[in-house]
């Protein structure tokens, strides 16, 4: 197709020149995580990232300047998920969103059109829409950004739901390669969230990933997500098999990276 060589060719343009010089600083003092990663994976998760600001649609909302900073880690945290697997930049997302902080949504909850509303204290940090936006507090964006441990990625989260909706349908289930693939999925993430349904409905707070993953299989793939990305060696030795499964889907191994900065 004409126009998928015309974007490959813009596209390389772009990764040809320079990422602006602020970048790196941006990244080193507001991405928690981006300091740990290897210098490969920095630099794909920058050229990810770049893609992203360039081609979708940057808007503030609520007041919010959606300045270079604000997309720019917005951008990395999303392009993270992105980092090890075969991708096309989100294809179903066309703008990004940003409200300063939490904020309302009009007319409420979730809708048959696949709104997915996600609900904090009544009010909505972050929103995935079928039809092509993601919706993000600034607030808990960057917070997220800022603390790579504490098992809450807002950014994480809705890009999770954005993979989950590329086949068209919010099931916990993204676009995978084969049927066994498939069986194995379903199999491991059916266990897991009826596990969190059942703790979810004894009171019991989820420890590991967050009894909002019970609401339903979309939002447990969105949490589960979280958890792979900041939780890693606690899933990786209390729920091996839900580790192995996501580790397969992101062909990246989160538990395996350092703790600490590597400069
Ligand atoms: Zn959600």
Not at 70 to 93: F, K, M, P, S
Not at 227 to 253: C, G, N, S, V
Request: charged residues 25%.
């Amino acid at each position: 197709m004409i126009f998928a060589w015309l974007e490959r060719r813009r596209r390389a343009a772009l990764l040809a020149t320079p990422a602006p010089p602020e970048w790196a600083e941006t990244l080193h003092r507001e991405y928690a995580l981006f300091r740990r990663l290897a210098p490969e994976a920095r630099a794909r998760l920058v050229d990810i990232a770049r893609v992203l600001v360039a081609e979708k649609s940057w808007e503030g909302a609520g007041g919010f300047d959606c300045d270079d900073r604000a997309r720019v880690v917005v951008a990395a945290q999303a392009a993270l998920l992105l980092v090890g697997i075969e991708h096309d930049y989100y294809d179903n997302i066309d703008s990004v969103v940003i409200y300063p902080a939490g904020y309302r949504v009009p007319g409420g909850r979730v809708g048959p059109d696949g709104l997915v509303v996600d609900m904090a204290d009544r009010r909505v940090l972050g929103t995935a829409h079928s039809t092509g936006a993601v919706v993000l507090s600034w607030k808990s964006a960057r917070a997220g950004g800022a603390d790579a441990d504490d098992g809450r990625n807002l950014v994480y989260h809705e890009f999770a739901h954005a993979l989950d909706m590329l086949d068209g349908v919010v099931d916990g289930t993204p676009p995978l390669p084969d049927r066994q693939t498939y069986r194995t999925w379903f199999e491991v993430m059916t266990k897991y969230y009826e596990r969190l349904v059942a703790a979810a409905a004894r009171g019991r707070r989820g420890t590991l990933l967050d009894t909002y993953g019970a609401t339903n299989v979309g939002e447990f793939f969105a949490v589960a997500t979280e958890a792979f990305f900041e939780k890693p060696r606690q899933m990786q030795r209390r729920l091996p098999d839900l580790y192995a499964t996501l580790k397969l889907f992101y062909r990246q191994d989160p538990a395996g990276w350092p703790r600490r900065a590597r400069g």
